[in-house]
């Protein structure tokens, strides 16, 4: 019985290694085996609920050793940008086009925090005319509120939405199926549809871009 | 030899014991999912108070960073500055520990402050998977979830059983997402 406990222990150390962590740390595991060492007469008790029992907290602080070790492995990569090159967001936006499917850390104030979910932030500019908008990536669950006003890196992959007269012909069809020409809604987008039109109209490439960014981690600036 | 057991005991000791480990996540899982519903009524994850106000700005200068943080003094903030931004048609953004105040040029004042709902935004937290691992233990209990549903409908023997009024109920709600589905499916 022992020993496949021992097994069990070892394979799911072998686990979290195939499914990509990095090594476990020696503080980690110091404690995990403590842990350990002091409830293994639990496991091996007469007592069939106290065995079954002490096996789940087993298997469940498992996960949570793992859960830290994952937490420090994040937090840790958010900061490796060594082989990215990190660029401020007034840069970004200067050469935005040359970075479109690039992996880029790109860095600025947080300026919001979408309250659906915290699954988008806008990072600008000290002076507000550059920004950029960050989606999080499948690496980030959400964005919380409390780093607005913090300046932050952000790795991901550069996006861009092409606005051109096809797209604004389709939006138009969009607002007069869905709305009445006095609706507030439809005279709102019908101006917004008016002021892109006039935009693309004085560029030179014939289409509108807008940036964003696919997050796939991101850390606070000291 | 053991005594045999029949199937429905084991679905009975399956549904049971499953559902008691599953309690708590029934739990955060659904509030959680309630307050995610009506996201464009409330923000589940932060109580917010929000004022607008006017100040007299012919004393004051936008572009300088005395003046700003004297206009937030005004409010009782400056201990909690964290950074000030430009924004479009001069208006200047300042963040605040738990809060933020624009202030635009003409004076007008937007003022917010919010705070951490206790309960909520730990749940909230929960169920947008912060790790993997907690990624791996909601399959596991979506996958629980399927489990408690299957036996649940065929423990029980006689009238009330799936054969039937349990089945009147069972077709009642499924038709009911069926019929969402032919109305409002595109």
């Known amino acids: 019985m022992r020993f496949t406990y021992l097994f069990l222990f070892v394979l799911s150390i072998n686990i979290k290694q195939i499914i990509g962590f990095a090594k476990i740390s020696k503080v980690v595991l110091k404690y995990y085996c403590k842990f350990v060492i002091i409830s293994k007469d639990y496991f091996f008790t007469k007592n069939v609920s106290m065995r079954v029992l002490f096996s789940l907290l087993f298997f469940i602080s498992l996960g949570f050793v793992a859960f830290a070790q994952e937490m420090e492995n994040h937090s840790a990569d958010a900061g490796k940008n060594d082989e990215v090159e990190v660029i401020s967001v007034e840069k970004f936006q200067d050469k935005a086009d040359s970075y479109i499917g690039k992996e880029l850390a790109v860095t600025g104030i947080v300026d919001h925090v979408c309250k659906h979910g915290g699954k988008k932030v806008v990072i600008v500019s000290e002076d507000g005319k550059a920004s950029l908008k960050i989606m999080a990536g499948d690496k980030i669950s959400k964005f919380d509120k409390n780093i607005e006003g913090e300046t932050i890196t952000v790795v991901g992959i550069v996006r861009e939405k092409r606005v051109d007269e096809d797209y604004l012909s389709n939006w138009e069809i969009e607002v007069k199926d869905h709305h009445k020409p006095e609706d507030p809604e439809y005279k709102d987008d019908m101006a917004k549809i008016e002021e892109l039109r006039a935009k693309i109209k004085e560029s030179p490439k014939g289409y509108l871009s807008f940036y964003s960014m696919d997050g796939n981690s991101y850390h606070v600036n000291k | ?186």
């Open chain 2, 1 to 186: 030899m053991g005594k045999k057991r029949k199937w429905r005991w084991w679905f009975r000791v399956i549904h049971r014991d499953v559902g008691y480990f599953l309690f708590g996540m029934t739990i955060i899982y659904s509030l959680s999912g309630i307050a995610l519903n009506h996201l464009n009524d409330w923000d589940p994850s932060y109580a917010k108070i929000n004022n607008k106000l006017h100040i007299d700005m012919s004393s004051y200068d936008l572009d300088s960073k005395e003046d700003v943080f004297n206009i937030i003094d005004v409010f009782g903030e400056k201990e909690n500055y964290k950074k000030h931004i430009k924004k479009r048609g001069g208006a200047v953004k300042v963040f605040l520990k738990k809060g933020s105040i624009i202030i635009f040029p003409s004076g007008d004042i937007l003022y917010e402050k919010w705070k951490r709902r206790p309960v909520f935004h730990a749940i909230n937290y929960l169920h947008y998977n912060p790790g993997r691992w907690w990624l791996w233990f909601s399959d596991f209990f979506a996958a629980g979830l399927i489990i408690i549903a299957i036996t649940g409908i065929f423990i029980v023997k006689g009238k009330n059983s799936i054969t039937g009024r349990g089945l009147f109920y069972t077709i009642l709600g499924i038709i009911i997402p069926i019929l969402f589905l032919l109305f409002y499916y595109s």
